[in-house]
């Protein structure tokens, strides 16, 4: 729907609902249909949501999923799939659902064969990817390889870090990835530490290849590099991943040692291309290519499920549902699996930068929030932090809960009591412990308030067999389509982030405020004036 999707008939009915449905407790939900325990719940590929532990009914699903019909959901996803230029603000096509199509899938924007130059640098990549596994790729040295260093940020650092440290119990070559990002010098410092030039392979993975943050730390490696090995080893121990071949060769890196993608993939869309490069090195390219089966069943499934049975639809609108009816400022993902420690850090890149917005995607004001704020640790590390503000707090944080029935590797019955806690935890948040069931177990009246459990906390759990490639690329895609979902309600453009444009280059404008010989003379404003004066002092510099 074009213009306020908030003043149509579907809004005011949701909202109404929401006055008769708001003061009711689960333990009333469940009490009145205790068979909402069995019948809410959804399968996708491999992955089972159970989502009865809502403040929801089948109404209010019903009433969901017509606005979600209201905001032209159906139409939108064949616009994404076809390749319609839906990132209206940069006129482009959004196509990461292009990465994982199978190779025979036909589908041709813009009059560029998709599928075809995807599975070109597919190929290319594995052929890459084996040669160093296989120790045919040696470095300048004639050593083989057996660290890949992904330098990248954003989009470029997070997915590939995540999936590593997901997959990391597949890594099966010998050969470890480390991840650099950041524009401190310590994040370069630590990464190279212990590491022989003579065996590190660098990875620079750049969508743009401007990245102040990358080309930095691309340098420091670069020159970490020759200073052991001379300029002639770069060629062996440096390639590329980028859309932008003139700046890689600028940069010096030989562009048949680069690796495409193309201006229709998001950088937070994107670890299952090229960008996937480091990941695919160390877990090798037949498990690669079973996480992008796992994508491609999300995707199917999202294509093609009816929207009271789509997994990605249900979670995304139960995320309006809070976000917009109950004020919900966060969500909470907490992983059962340590291996998905950096998955919470990923998904705020992909939630937040994508429909952190204040206009829709015609430039016209939002009148409600929009983009959820999605924070998380992996259990049972935030049961001992933070879980006392969810349980027992005066704020509403709906949370989604993520086990695995299989460990990669069991120790001692440690996974079943891992999944125990999981399933405490949401029990606890959704039904608590009133003050008669704390009184009666002989607690002193006084201490009563402060043990009753309120409860009524709203949680998905997600349940799969086992953390491997293929259900990682499923529950990455769930999630990709959840922030498409939300992104197609609240009528923003999900695909552009033009909200961090301006810091990078007021950055770029303030350097030499810090670093001239000559105390500076212009300030972008009073307060940041103080600040640099401030930095020059304690650098010694100055004033
Ligand atoms: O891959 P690039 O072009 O270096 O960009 C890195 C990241 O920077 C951003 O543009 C935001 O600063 C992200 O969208 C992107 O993932």
């Known amino acids: 729907m074009n213009g306020d999707i908030t003043q149509s008939q579907e809004w005011a009915e949701l909202a109404k609902h929401?006055?008769?449905?708001?003061?009711?407790?689960?333990?009333?939900?469940?009490?009145?249909?205790?068979?909402?325990?069995?019948?809410?719940?959804?399968?996708?590929?491999?992955?089972?949501?159970?989502?009865?532990?809502?403040?929801?009914?089948?109404?209010?699903?019903?009433?969901?999923?017509?606005?979600?019909?209201?905001?032209?959901?159906?139409?939108?996803?064949?616009?994404?799939?076809?390749?319609?230029?839906?990132?209206?603000?940069?006129?482009?096509?959004?196509?990461?659902?292009?990465?994982?199509?199978?190779?025979?899938?036909?589908?041709?924007?813009?009059?560029?064969?998709?599928?075809?130059?995807?599975?070109?640098?597919l190929d290319r990549m594995s052929a890459f990817s084996d040669r160093v596994r296989s120790k045919e790729w040696r470095g300048a040295t004639g050593q083989p390889i057996s660290t890949v260093v992904n330098i990248g940020i954003g989009g470029s650092d997070l997915g590939p870090a995540m999936a590593y440290e997901a997959l990391r119990d597949y890594a099966d070559a010998g050969i470890e990835a480390r991840f650099v990002s950041n524009i401190d010098p310590a994040d370069i410092t630590g990464t190279l530490a212990g590491l022989d030039p003579a065996t590190t392979l660098f990875v620079v993975s750049s969508k743009t290849f401007t990245t102040l943050e990358t080309l930095t730390n691309a340098r420091v490696a670069r020159s970490w590099l020759v200073a052991a090995l001379g300029e002639d080893a770069v060629s062996r121990h440096f390639v590329a991943v980028s859309t932008n071949?003139?700046?890689?060769?600028?940069?010096?890196?030989?562009?048949?040692?680069?690796?495409?993608?193309?201006?229709?993939?998001?950088?937070?869309?994107s670890y299952d291309g090229a960008i996937g490069l480091s990941l695919m090195i160390a877990i090798g390219p037949e498990r690669f290519r079973e996480m992008l089966s796992g994508f491609r069943e999300m995707d199917q499934h999202f294509r093609t499920a009816p929207f009271k049975a789509n997994m990605p639809v249900i979670m995304a609108m139960l995320g309006i549902w809070y976000t917009d009816f109950f004020g919900a400022e966060t969500r909470a993902v907490l992983p059962y699996s340590q291996r998905l420690h950096r998955f919470p850090a990923y998904l705020q890149q992909l939630t937040m930068e994508s429909n952190g917005k204040s206009v829709r995607a015609d430039g016209s004001p939002v009148t409600v929030a929009t983009g959820e704020i999605f924070w998380g640790e992996p259990g049972t590390n935030g049961q001992h932090a933070f879980y006392q503000l969810l349980h027992q707090g005066t704020r509403l944080?709906?949370?989604?809960?993520?086990?695995?029935?299989?460990?990669?590797?069991?120790?001692?019955g440690m996974h079943d009591l891992l999944t125990a806690n999981l399933l405490a935890q949401t029990s606890a948040l959704a039904f608590g412990r009133t003050a008669e069931e704390i009184a009666g177990e002989g607690t002193p009246a006084e201490i009563v308030p402060h043990k009753v459990m309120p409860g009524n906390r709203p949680t998905s759990t997600i349940l799969a067999p086992k953390l491997t490639p293929s259900t990682l690329g499923q529950l990455v895609a769930l999630y990709e389509h959840i922030v498409f979902v939300e992104g197609t309600v609240w009528g923003v453009d999900s695909f552009d982030q033009w909200g961090v444009?301006?810091?990078?280059?007021?950055?770029?404008?303030?350097?030499?405020?810090?670093?001239?010989?000559?105390?500076?003379?212009?300030?972008?404003d009073a307060s940041t004036e103080e600040l640099v004066k401030k930095y020059r002092e304690l650098r010694g510099r100055r004033v």
């Not at 003139?246 to 937070?268: C, L, Q, T, Y």
């Open 397 to 412: 944080v709906p949370a989604d809960f993520i086990g695995f029935a299989e460990p990669y590797e069991d120790r001692e």
């Open 245 to 269: 071949a003139e700046k890689v060769a600028e940069f010096g890196i030989d562009p048949e040692n680069m690796f495409g993608f193309w201006d229709w993939v998001g950088g937070r869309y």
């Open 18 to 121: 929401h006055d008769e449905l708001a003061g009711k407790h689960l333990r009333e939900l469940f009490a009145e249909d205790p068979g909402r325990a069995g019948r809410m719940t959804l399968t996708a590929g491999d992955l089972h949501l159970d989502y009865a532990k809502h403040r929801a009914t089948e109404e209010t699903i019903d009433l969901l999923v017509a606005l979600a019909e209201r905001a032209g959901l159906r139409e939108r996803v064949s616009a994404m799939f076809g390749g319609e230029h839906i990132n209206v603000s940069e006129d482009r096509a959004v196509l990461h659902v292009a990465l994982r199509m199978r190779e025979n899938a036909e589908l041709v924007v813009d009059g560029q064969d998709v599928v075809g130059d995807v599975h070109a640098v």
């Open 501 to 524: 444009e301006l810091g990078k280059k007021m950055a770029l404008d303030l350097a030499p405020a810090l670093t001239s010989d000559e105390p500076p003379t212009s300030f972008p």
